[in-house]
């Protein structure tokens, strides 16, 4: 099996970009191993409730890209320092503000092109976050593959995730290794194309951690997900006002 770290993302494309629902029909096409599987991660996370329960979570994207979601309204704010741009957009309405090249921006074509990003930028970066919480949403189709070793030489059950016409690049699959002790996922490995036989790459999902009531892994090798945190109470400003910076908001 080809074992490589994860890399720095530069880019959005060749990733998975899922939508995030929660519902049942994807199960009714996933073998009843995998949904058990599947069902065991979400508990041994926190559970169904716990995450329903969740409301704010925080991280930074490798660096890159400084993440607030709201997760029961779908707000998110979006902040790249390097480029110091300010996004914050609703998820569902596509409507929302930015800030850019010094200035908020107010032509609509460049608002467009900076929600767009902005959207795809978080269904990509959240994913590498919470993806345990999505095993079983619409369209994803688990099949059991058996028992596999992960990086470390740990006995894994192996679960494949396909895509049934959901996301925006559905030929991509994974495979999540999954430690029958612990029910936790131990790795995954991305396939550009249904058909490759070898990974694009391989992480490790390492540093579990307990946010608020639910589990959350930082570690992807040769690359973290920083800056981590859930809250109750955020100040509604960080998703309506991007002339200051998270920071400068209370």
Request: glycine share 6%; charged share 25%; proline share 4%.
């Amino acid at each position: 099996m080809k074992k490589t770290s994860t890399p720095l993302i530069s880019t959005l494309s060749g990733l998975l970009f899922i939508m995030f629902f929660t519902c049942s029909t994807a199960i009714a096409q996933s073998d009843s191993k995998s949904i058990e599987i599947a069902e065991n991660v979400m508990t041994a996370m926190g559970g169904d409730e716990a995450w329903e329960r969740t409301r704010y979570i925080k991280w930074t994207f490798f660096g890159r890209r400084d993440w607030i979601w709201n997760k029961w309204t779908g707000d998110i704010r979006c902040e790249v320092p390097e480029s110091d741009t300010r996004i914050a957009m609703n998820i569902h309405s596509n409507q929302g503000e930015v800030y850019a090249h010094g200035q908020v921006q107010t032509h609509p074509d460049s608002v467009e092109k900076f929600l767009t990003f902005g959207f795809k930028a978080w269904i990509n970066d959240s994913y590498w976050l919470v993806m345990p919480f999505k095993m079983q949403d619409p369209g994803v189709v688990l099949t059991y593959i058996g028992i596999k070793p992960d990086m470390d030489a740990t006995d894994c059950d192996v679960v494949q995730m396909t895509f049934n016409e959901v996301g925006v690049t559905p030929d991509n699959k994974y495979h999540v290794y999954v430690d029958p002790s612990t029910s936790m996922i131990t790795q995954w490995d991305y396939f550009s194309n249904f058909d490759d036989e070898e990974p694009r790459f391989s992480s490790p999902w390492k540093d579990y951690q307990e946010y608020g009531d639910i589990m959350l892994s930082s570690d992807r090798g040769n690359s973290k997900l920083d800056g981590i945190s859930v809250h109750n109470h955020l100040p509604e400003a960080l998703f309506k006002d991007v002339t200051k910076k998270a920071s400068e908001l209370k």
